[in-house]
């Protein structure tokens, strides 16, 4: 049997992405074979192709962090699962192609019924911004928090989380982001026109209890001049800082991702050495989940029965096939982009029974 897979060439561009046909990879020891329903597209992919994320394969490699499907063949020395059971699961890498093969322990069953772009949705987005709020911030009803990006796939996760938790929010975005940020409870502000950290001071009364901030760089510190004190900034994401020179180049951007960790480190020290009690804490869904896999397996079943229950509702901004991984990358590197954006497979993808 043949499948299809993405395959990163080398470090670059959308035009290093290439579609391959190729035999079907067959299960080893203690592994399964998944058929992907859905694939999620997300930055890290993008910082991936480009070298310049923590966590970036040498090519070739395929992307994709997360990936939901069925389980289609068991290898040797696997029990507890059987064929056609849903399951999800956080590859990191892989996740673009059809079939995929994982150690039994990375896959958590998926109930029954789901939208497989929706629970696909949970894995990197969801996770990251439900351990960020209850593992990380610890935010309690009524308190407040600035979201940044709230337009973005992890950013309306947040929103809605946040929502749940009984949270004010407040939320960055472009223009073309507003009306899904006030849709989620929120109130928007433009970062492109507004300074968001005056603008949160002034409609918070002092500042919130907690911001989300993916931007990185000097942005995080910024960002810490909207915290009241005691309240904390949770930094996820090095975007800023790692592009700040060179973004492409033929090795993976190891002085960027340095300078990058480096600039967090001494943002991290700031809080707790100046008076003001305002912190700044780092967040990774991929070292969480090696230090605490109980947490992410548990954390994933809480967000899929919320999905289950109805009282999450992740934006899905497009679904396309996996032959156009390319353009779906593009489309998340252009911005604007509301909610998540899912490669499908299959001639028929969406609710997996
Ligand atoms: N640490 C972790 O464990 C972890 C896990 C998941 C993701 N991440 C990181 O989280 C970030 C977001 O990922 P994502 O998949 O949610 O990306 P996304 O869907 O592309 O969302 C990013 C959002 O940020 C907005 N934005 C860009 N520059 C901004 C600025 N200066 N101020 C405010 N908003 C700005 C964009 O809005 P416009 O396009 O409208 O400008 C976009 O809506 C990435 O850096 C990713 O690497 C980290």
Redesign the pocket.
């Known amino acids: 049997m043949r499948h299809t897979r993405i395959v990163v060439t080398r470090y670059g561009g959308p035009e290093v992405l290439r579609v391959l046909e190729e035999a079907c990879p067959e299960p080893g020891l203690g592994q399964v074979r998944v058929k992907v329903h859905a694939a999620g597209v997300?930055?890290?992919d993008v910082?991936a192709r480009q070298g310049i994320?923590p966590e970036t394969p040498v090519p070739p490699f395929t992307p994709g962090w997360d990936l939901v499907g069925e389980v289609d063949r068991l290898g040797p020395g696997v029990s507890g699962f059987e064929r056609g059971q849903v399951v999800a699961a956080m590859p990191i890498s892989g996740a673009y192609a059809e079939f995929v093969c994982l150690p039994q322990g990375e896959l958590v069953p998926v109930p029954p019924g789901l939208d497989a772009a929706e629970a696909v949705s949970l894995v990197?987005?969801y996770i990251?911004a439900y351990q960020m709020l209850h593992r990380s911030a610890k935010v309690q009803p009524g308190q407040r928090a600035l979201v940044?990006?709230?337009?973005?796939?992890?950013?309306t996760a947040l929103l809605q989380l946040g929502r749940l938790a009984g949270l004010e929010l407040y939320g960055?975005?472009?223009e073309?982001?507003a009306p899904a940020v006030s849709g989620l409870g929120a109130t928007p502000i433009d970062?492109?026109r507004q300074d968001?950290v005056a603008e949160v001071l002034r409609l918070s009364g002092g500042g919130v209890d907690a911001v989300f901030d993916?931007?990185?760089g000097s942005?995080l510190w910024a960002s810490r001049g909207a915290l009241r004190p005691g309240g904390k900034v949770v930094g996820?994401?090095?975007?800023?800082s790692l592009r700040g020179e060179g973004l492409t180049s033929s090795r993976p951007g190891r002085r960027q991702r340095f300078r990058g960790t480096a600039a967090f480190g001494l943002y991290i020290l700031g809080g707790w050495l100046l008076p003001g009690r305002r912190r700044v804490v780092p967040?990774?869904?991929?070292t969480l989940k090696r230090l605490k896999p109980d947490w992410f397996r548990e954390d994933l079943a809480a967000l899929l029965n919320l999905l289950a229950q109805g009282r999450i509702r992740p934006l899905i901004a497009h679904r396309l096939p996996l032959a156009e991984a390319r353009r779906a990358q593009e489309l998340?590197e252009q911005?604007?982009?509301?909610g998540?954006i899912v490669l499908v497979c299959g001639p028929s993808p969406g609710v997996v029974k």
């Not at 940044?148 to 950013?155: D, N, P």
């Not at 967040?283 to 991929?286: A, E, F, G, H």
């Open positions: 997300s930055l890290p910082l994320h990197l987005n990251t940044h990006g709230a337009a973005g796939g992890v950013g960055t975005c472009s073309r982001g970062y492109r968001a993916p931007i990185g942005h996820y994401g090095l975007a800023t967040y990774s869904i991929q998340l911005g604007g982009v509301v998540k």
